[in-house]
């Protein structure tokens, strides 16, 4: 290496930082004059680069992804506890739902029970609400030739809906729960009570005809009773709630603001006619079970 005076080296350290200042400037002019050049060159030492950026990188994301799974490591004695647990409260809830199957498949041979015929239904799609008769009601597109009839019962995935009220050529109008003309036998499951929910034009209903040594609770589910024909028992409609003391509403459980999907189910429209009881003795009239105690007087000759 050539020994420098410090008279020469103090010289070259006063001319450094001119000559990056000159150079930054030279560099900014060539890049304004012709910038694909400065483009090409740029994209070139990010090429060259791109390597050592990748190793620099590399080590990063090993360090994180070994932070990582040793977190995951320590979550998972947690999570095989839980899932433990978990596993042993369902294996209980599969024995005790097996012991009721068991029981209820005992009883229903028993009894020489018939299951219900399964609904055939029909899905829709609910194209716009309408402003007709009815206050509440909406238009179905669905296929009518599959046999729609009128007041067949609507339900969407959460519970009762309404019924058909009209049928047209490709569609049918279904009459809400909420409509003010709406009057539905229920029965509450809590309280056992039987009342009527009348629709009001709002969206909730109200409950009517309760008996009132037996009020409804609150939050108790309402279903269907099964007393008109085509609206079998046991049907979701939703649950009670009180807006003040002593009127109480039902809170449905369709979507009755948002309905999309909805199906038309057609549950029979013949009444249950009950079997004879076995066993029954005819009963006769008197005259012709018992014996005169004397013979009649018109008998003689």
Not at 57 to 80: C, K, T
Not at 96 to 108: P, T
Not at 183 to 193: A, D, Q
Not at 262 to 267: A, E, G, L, S, T
């Amino acid at each position: 290496m050539i020994p420098l005076s410090i008279t020469l080296r103090q010289a070259l350290e006063r001319l450094v930082l001119p000559i990056l200042i000159v150079a930054a400037l030279g560099i900014i002019l060539l890049g304004q004059a012709d910038r694909g050049l400065t483009e090409r060159v740029r994209m070139g030492l990010a090429d060259i680069l791109a390597p050592a950026y990748g190793l620099v990188v590399w080590p990063q994301e090993q360090a994180r992804d070994l932070l990582g799974r040793m977190r995951d490591m320590g979550r998972i004695e947690a999570e095989n506890q839980r899932l433990r647990a978990e596993n042993a409260n369902l294996r209980h809830w599969y024995d005790v739902a097996a012991a009721l199957a068991d029981e209820n498949a005992a009883l229903k041979a028993n009894l020489h029970w018939m299951p219900d015929p399964a609904p055939s239904f029909v899905t829709g799609r609910v194209v716009r609400d309408t402003s007709g008769l009815y206050a509440r009601s909406v238009l179905v597109a669905a296929n009518v030739d599959a046999g729609i009839h009128k007041d067949e019962i609507v339900l969407d995935g959460s519970g009762l809906v309404g019924r058909v009220t009209e049928i047209g050529s490709r569609s049918v109008r279904v009459l809400l729960i909420t409509d003010a003309s709406s009057r539905i036998p229920v029965r509450l499951e809590v309280s056992h009570g039987a009342a009527i929910m009348a629709g009001d034009n709002s969206g909730t209903p109200r409950l009517i005809y309760y008996p009132q040594d037996n009020p409804p609770i609150e939050g108790e589910r309402v279903v269907t009773n099964g007393e008109i024909d085509t609206m079998p028992p046991g049907l979701p409609v939703g649950q009670i709630h009180y807006v003040r003391p002593g009127q109480p509403v039902v809170i449905p459980f369709a979507s009755l603001g948002h309905l999309d999907i909805v199906r038309v189910f057609d549950y029979g429209r013949s009444a249950v006619v009950p079997p004879d009881a076995p066993g029954r003795i005819p009963v006769r009239r008197p005259a012709d079970s018992l014996p005169l105690p004397f013979p009649s007087p018109l008998g003689r000759g």
